[in-house]
Nanobody, 122 residues
């Protein structure tokens, strides 16, 4: 069993930056590929970014490529999402995710965090 707890959400102005962090419980953090998803009001949950269990490979949605950076710290069992140049369309609830398979759109997720709200004001 893995529990994921996100932190770092909040309100930021257009063009600003935020850093999300996801802390994973348990001793098997290095077993999981990790990722971030988001869900805006009235929309389906969508893939944002992913990082492999080793941290050697990352993947991003086209909408955030060049602005967001995902990273992980195995010693701390955390995965972070640095978000720069934020736009109002980035407003959503952001969820941390863990999977044994690669974290990709449409692939199953084993564990979800509870979500953290990001609001970007124009």
């Amino acid at each position: 069993q893995v529990q994921l707890v996100e932190s770092g959400g909040g309100l930021v102005q257009d063009g600003g930056s935020l850093r999300l962090s996801c802390a994973a419980s348990g001793r098997t953090f290095s077993t999981y590929n990790m990722g971030w998803f988001r869900q805006a009001p009235g929309k389906e949950r969508e893939f944002v970014a992913a990082i492999t269990r080793s941290g050697s490979n990352t993947d991003y949605a086209d909408s955030v490529k060049g602005r967001f950076t995902i990273s992980r710290d195995s010693a701390k069992s955390t995965v972070d999402l640095q978000m720069n140049s934020l736009k109002p369309e980035d407003t959503a609830v952001y969820y941390c995710a863990a999977a044994l398979n690669p974290v990709l759109p449409g692939r199953p997720i084993r564990y979800w965090g509870q979500g953290t709200q990001i609001t970007v004001s124009s």
